[in-house]
């Protein structure tokens, strides 16, 4: 039986993709110290890598599939295809950061002005790219972690990734630019992907994971509507396409369904109410496939 290989990230990234996996239907686990997580499909293989690392170990073959920052596929300069931008990371559904940092005291305030400095960070291809794109020599070197303590007391500015910035705050640093922005990619080995097989495995998982993220940040609503205000009511939802409308035994009545962003609902279901809209059930989803 064919089996497609799949690279689960190990470190911040593990539970949140375990979690976006389970919602996509899938169910993953690892016991104790292992780095061969078990799934509950027996035509996928599950290998855990740290994330740095995911894109090489795809490119090479070892994996068919995998997931991991963009920031790292920039940093290994991997040639993998680019499957599906899943924005999701360990604390928000944000893009992830990689910005230049300062200490607060510092009169370094552009990108011009690290001249000559000496900068730390674990990202530092793609630091010595975005140096060069602005025309300045500076020395980059390896952070091996820590690398916020180390802006003055070792180096002059540190390249480091963030998603809120507090970490960088409460050590007393200012960031001045950003050097690029990383979203959670799901990428193939190019050999896999050109298997029809396993391309068609690896497009199913595509849809159900992005399935699975787009259906956390809406909702689905129900709800019974006079017939008479139905133009109104329906003129102010904003859907993910034009909502659902079923006949009532009662023919002064129809049903409403709608998807709906999440954000919105706190203020909706109040002018629903109003606008003489009854019954409402708001309901939570697990995937939705537009």
Partial sequence: MPVLKLGIPKGSLYESTVRLFGLAGYKISVRGRSYVPTIDDPEIECLMFRAQEMARFVEQGILDVGLTGQDWILENN?????LVDLVYSKR????????????????IHTVKDLEGKTIATELVQATRRYLEEHGVNAEVEYS???????????????????????????????????VTESVTKLFANRTAWADPWKREKIEVLS??????????????????VPRDKLEAIT????????????????PAWVAVEVIIDKLEVR?????????????????PLNKVIP
């Fill in 92 to 107: 928000t559904n944000q893009a992830y950061r990689w910005v230049v940092a300062v200490p607060e005291e510092s009169d």
């Fill in 144 to 178: 091996w972690g820590a690398t916020e303590i180390k802006a003055p007391l070792l180096v002059d500015a540190i390249v480091e990734g963030t998603e809120t910035g507090s970490t960088l705050r409460a050590n007393n640093l200012r960031i001045i630019d950003t």
């Fill in 267 to 283: 203020d909706l279901i109040p002018d629903l109410v109003k606008a003489g809209a009854t019954g409402i059930v708001e309901y």
């Fill in 78 to 82: 991997a040639d993998v295809v680019d």
């Fill in 235 to 250: 003129a102010s939802l904003s859907s993910l396409h034009t909502p659902t409308i079923s006949d009532q035994m009662d």
């Fill in 207 to 224: 849809i159900l994971l992005k399935g699975a993220l787009e259906a956390e940040s809406k909702v689905g609503l129900k709800m019974n």
